[in-house]
């Protein structure tokens, strides 16, 4: 077995699979300004195509076909349209997919080659995303990368860098380059959470949810949904918050969290029997490591109907759930006391001190 072909077609596999993030990045923002052909027009944007369309050609001769500055000479910076660089993107694209896939290059400069193409194609796709935010209403997607590293700006709009030592540890990583880049993202998107976390306990929610988008764009997860709604309700949003919990129930049904805290927020609106249905959903999810919680809180919503009984059963389950919760042993302790002196084993109607 050719390990290291097989190595090589691993990398040439993710260099396109980057390669096509860019592509779809470019025809977003190409497709935008197709709605506003008023804007196309203008002196920046005119500039910008002028400019991308001229360098663009340089590099491919420079860094692909192997011509040295010298031999290539001065050009004059061609005046183009907005709408041909649209058209010469296009055909540029389906080039470099064949010059990767055909591996011109010296394996040993394949990485170079590749790092120096990647990131000049994103650095000029974050200008043009600028020009959208200065002279447009227009939201623009980001891209969901793979190699590249995001970079936050003070603009609002990331930066995306790869260094070539990256690729080239990905050529050299003789098992698997998926597997690499895999748990590459895995760490980043890691990272990126706990950072978020450190950012909410500073109480910079901003910048806690600018953590948790940046982790979504190396996984798209439930839990970085439910935690940007988490993010929301700690200032008080609530739609916001409820929307993304939504959107983390959609993305994966079986992730317990977003239920029980859909259930939470509208349990702090006054909508107790709509809150107690999400609980039951968050008790019967798959996948959820912190199962007492909708007990806990279904608890609170019985509490609030003057249904003692029903709460205490539901404390009592959470208990059995989490056994070394030391709160939660004295509040099923207290109720179940309060209950005793008050005779509501039987009567219901009478309320029992704050146990919380």
């Not at 860019?22 to 025809?27: A, G, K, P, T």
């Not at 001065?74 to 540029?92: A, C, G």
């Amino acid at each position: 077995m050719d390990l290291k072909n097989m190595t090589n077609e691993g990398l040439t596999h993710l260099a396109l699979s980057e390669l096509h993030t860019c592509h779809s990045y470019y025809q977003r923002l190409f497709y935008g300004f197709l709605e506003l052909s008023e804007v196309s027009n203008t002196t920046p944007v005119r500039s910008w195509a002028a400019s991308f369309n001229h360098q663009v050609k340089l590099h491919i001769q420079r860094h692909w076909l192997g011509q040295s500055p010298d031999s290539i000479g001065p050009s004059p910076i061609e005046t183009v349209s907005f709408f041909e660089v649209k058209d010469n993107t296009r055909t540029l694209f389906k080039t470099l997919e064949g010059l990767i896939t055909l591996r011109l290059t010296n394996d040993n400069d394949f990485p170079d080659t590749m790092a120096l193409t990647l990131n000049f194609l994103f650095l000029h796709a974050r200008r043009l995303h600028l020009l959208t935010k200065e002279l447009t209403n227009l939201e623009i997607d980001l891209p969901r990368v793979i190699l590249m590293d995001t970079i936050s700006t003070d603009e609002g709009i990331p930066a995306y860098r790869v260094d070539s030592r990256t690729i080239f540890q990905l050529r050299e990583d003789a098992q698997s380059p998926i597997r690499s880049i895999e748990s590459q993202r895995d760490k980043k998107y890691e990272e990126l959470i706990q950072k978020g976390h450190v950012w909410i306990s500073k109480k910079e929610y901003d910048l806690a949810r600018e953590s948790f988008l940046r982790a979504l764009n190396f996984q798209e997860t439930a839990e970085a949904y439910n935690l940007m709604g988490w993010s929301y309700s700690l200032e008080g949003q609530m739609e916001k918050a409820k929307k993304f919990c939504l959107k983390a129930i959609q993305t994966d049904p079986a992730y317990g969290a977003p239920y029980n805290d859909l259930g939470s927020y509208l349990l702090a609106e006054g909508e107790v029997n709509e809150s107690l249905k999400w609980f039951e959903l968050a008790k019967n999810s798959r996948n959820y490591q912190n199962r007492e919680y909708p007990y806990i809180n279904a608890g609170r919503a019985f509490m609030n109907k003057r249904e003692f009984k029903k709460a205490l059963q539901e404390f009592s389950m959470a208990l059995t759930i989490a056994p070394f919760n030391e709160e939660l042993h004295q509040t099923v302790q207290r109720l179940k006391e309060t209950l005793a002196k008050s005779d509501l084993y039987v009567v219901e109607d009478e309320v029992p001190p704050s146990l919380f």
